[in-house]
């Protein structure tokens, strides 16, 4: 999905995995949480983060 991959360019400059196994990096369990961060923001972030995606 297109969504993941630019959230993933992103991310990976400062040194965060999507799925990695470090305390810092992010565990997606929702594959609509790419859409959202990326249309949304930070509140799209905050708000996935609170309904577990």
């Given at each position: 999905?297109?969504?993941?991959?630019?959230?993933?360019?992103?991310l990976?400059?400062?040194?965060?995995?999507?799925?990695?196994?470090?305390?810092?990096?992010?565990?997606?369990?929702?594959?609509?949480?790419?859409?959202?961060?990326?249309?949304?923001?930070?509140?799209?972030?905050?708000e996935?983060?609170?309904?577990?995606?």
């Amino acid at each position: 999905m297109i969504y993941s991959k630019i959230t993933k360019a992103i991310l990976s400059p400062i040194d965060v995995e999507i799925g990695g196994n470090r305390p810092w990096d992010i565990q997606v369990h929702d594959p609509r949480f790419y859409r959202r961060v990326l249309l949304e923001g930070a509140l799209g972030l905050g708000e996935s983060y609170m309904e577990g995606m």
